[in-house]
């Protein structure tokens, strides 16, 4: 026996669903031949609303994401993230993440051994790092730095302490940012290779104190 066909509307003289939800607990839909002028002019109306609000998010979403792809002028740079120098990477971390609801994007990790006068460690200091990013696109970095005698804050005559921060940007054209930069006296450290060798980076020294690292990655070569 085979099995019976689904019940079509069309065939038994009644008209098609209205994909409409009618608001209640269950979420069934609604026969529009069975509505009465009032309640079929509601449902309208509201339908018209929602689409109009969705179209709009939409739009907003848009420009949201389009406004920040700009082309940007050579010798400029983008801005990235915030890097803050900590004493305690997890407790920043459960800052940043629980209260403030920022989306861990890196995990901290044990940063290689290297020399980095202009921030101020050793090449025997201990650096954790880690990223977290903002609903709205905003990054924070944490650098948990372990050494005898850091400094803190207030002593002025030091690169950076806890409770600094290093303000870090990708450059576009890094070698005429660092012209401009070595000619108004503002490096901290000359340009020059990254120790994975992937990019060119540079600091240099706000007007302020603040310390900025910049970087442009090497292009890619062609196999």
Known sequence: MR???????????RRALLPISTGSPSRECVFW?????????????????????????AFVAVCLIAGPARAQDKGTARFDRTALVIKDIYASMAFWRDIMKFEVVIEPVILPKAENKAIGWSDQADV??????SPQGAG???????QDGYHDLEIADKPVAYGGVVLVFEAKD???LYQRALKAGAVAKHLGASPSGKSKQMNL???SGHLLEIYEFNPEKPE
């Open 3 to 13: 099995p019976r066909k689904p019940h079509s509307p069309e065939k038994s003289g």
């Open 33 to 57: 031949g069975r509505l009465n002028p009032s309640e079929k002019q509601d449902e309208l109306v509201r339908v018209v609303q929602h689409i109009f609000r969705k179209i709009l998010l």
């Open 205 to 207: 020294r706000a007007p």
């Open 174 to 176: 890094i070698d005429a």
């Open 140 to 146: 924070i970095a944490l650098l948990e730095v372990k």
């Open 128 to 133: 954790r790092f880690a990223r977290l990013q």
